[in-house]
Structures are given as C-alpha cells and as structure tokens.
C-alpha cells in the first residue's frame, strides 16, 4: 500500500476513534414530592494522555525500520509498565475531580439537592483523551413548601 | 474441512459470552417496597464507535416520568454491554421503589 493512502488511512482512524466511552453511571434517589425541581449540570475533566499509543503510531510512521522497530520497542516497554486494572487513561493530576462537591453546593443555592446522576466517561481522540466526570442532577425549588 | 471449521466456529460463537457487566450501583432501600418502577435505554454503535452518552439521562427521565410527584429510593443501576457481531449494545437498566408522601 503506498505510503500516502496508509497515512490518510491511519489519520483517519484516528479521527474515527473519536468517540465517546462510557464508564461508569449511579443514579441517586430523586425526590419529586417537594417542588418542582430545576436540572444542574457539573463536569470536571482532565488530559489523559496514552503514551504508549504514541510510540505505536510513532513506530507505524516511521520511515526507517531501525526507528519503527526502536520505537516498537519503546511502545512495549511503556505498555508493560502501565500494565494492570485502569480506567480511562492516565492523567497527570490525581485531584481534578475533588472540586465536583464544592461545585454541586455552590450550584443550589435552595442547598437542597435530589436525583444526583454521577457519569464517568472519556471522550478519546487516539492517544490523547478527554477524562471526564459528569454530575447531574436537580436542586429541589420550595414552592410548594412555601405555598402551603 | 472448509465446512468442519464453519461449523467449529459457529459452535465457539455459541459459547461465547456477550454481555459485559460494566458497573452496578445502588442507593438506601427504603422500608416501603410496594410500588416498583424499572425502565432502561441504550444505544447501539458500530465496533465501539460511540459519540455521545446521552442515553443515560433517557433513563433518568424515563425514571422520573413513572413517579411524577413521589420519592423514588432503592435506585438499583446497572450498565452493561452487550456483542453482537460488530455492533454493540450499551444500556443502562434502572429499578426503584415509588414512594407518594
């Protein structure tokens, strides 16, 4: 295959893998006896960053076979040392989800809060990914407390 | 030959586990029980091919729709995945107790 028509092939399966992952969802109790309810939306995300991908694509582009078959090398002993139980890739700070709660307070101002929908999913386009937590959910209204 | 491995293959298809559990999740489950709501909904992609989740908040205002101006507690959520032949099926199932106050 020449060259050309396997870089637009391989550019464009990296495009097409531009695609949204769903990892993990909990929907919470919903309380819809007290008012009406006014729907929130929180969401943190993060770099994550698959460098081992890199080197894959690295090595697949390469125009020497000492460099395909270095960078081939590289890629595996990224690979096995980030082997093991993950979600998502890797990202370089730990802590980017912490202020999901001080958002979520700061968001009702009613500081009642029902049916929070936690996501965790990543959107990834080839090795770089978007790691991405996702709260939803409702601040309940008092008018109906208030009317009666 | 040609047809001992078709049918091998067909054999090893029919073995093969399709769905994928991918997470479960539950809330407090409250003393009254009587009134159940379920709903589900999913989306279907191309080898893994997916460009939004959205289908969770179906779900959710599936859920809410069933229980309009009540509780709804025991929230049991389960996601999974489910192979085809190069398509797959992601859902999320929800059940829930519906409490009127």
């Known amino acids: 295959m020449p060259i050309k028509l396997k870089s637009i092939l391989g550019l464009s399966f990296l495009l097409m893998g531009g695609c949204s992952q769903l990892h993990h969802v909990h929907i919470g109790d919903i309380d819809q006896s007290q008012g009406t309810l006014t729907p929130f939306t929180i969401q943190v995300n993060e770099l994550g960053f698959d460098l081992a991908k890199t080197a894959e694509i690295g090595a697949e582009v390469a125009k020497s076979s000492s460099t395909s078959e270095d960078l081939e090398l590289v890629a595996f002993i990224l690979a096995i040392s980030n082997f093991g139980p993950k979600t998502g890739n890797p990202v370089y700070n730990d802590a980017y989800a912490a202020k999901v709660l001080a958002e979520v307070i700061k968001v009702c101002p009613s500081k009642k809060l029902t049916g929070l929908t936690s996501v965790r999913e990543a959107t990834n386009v080839g090795p770089v990914s978007g790691e991405v937590v996702s709260i939803k959910g409702y601040c309940i209204n008092n008018n109906q407390t208030n009317n009666i | ?101």
Request: charged share 15%; aromatic share 8%.
């Open chain 2, 1 to 101: 030959m040609l047809k001992n491995t078709l049918l091998f293959s067909l054999l090893a298809l029919s073995l093969t586990g399709c769905v994928g559990l991918n997470t479960v999740s539950m809330t407090q489950v409250p003393a009254q029980r009587n009134n159940v709501i379920t709903t589900s909904s999913a989306s279907w992609n191309f080898i893994g091919i997916n460009f939004s989740n959205a289908f969770v908040d179906e779900a959710v205002d599936k859920l809410k729709g069933q229980c309009p101006t009540g509780k709804i507690e025991g929230v049991y959520t389960k996601h999974q995945t489910t192979g085809y032949v190069l398509m797959f099926k992601r859902e999320v199932i929800v059940s829930a107790y519906c409490n009127e106050v």
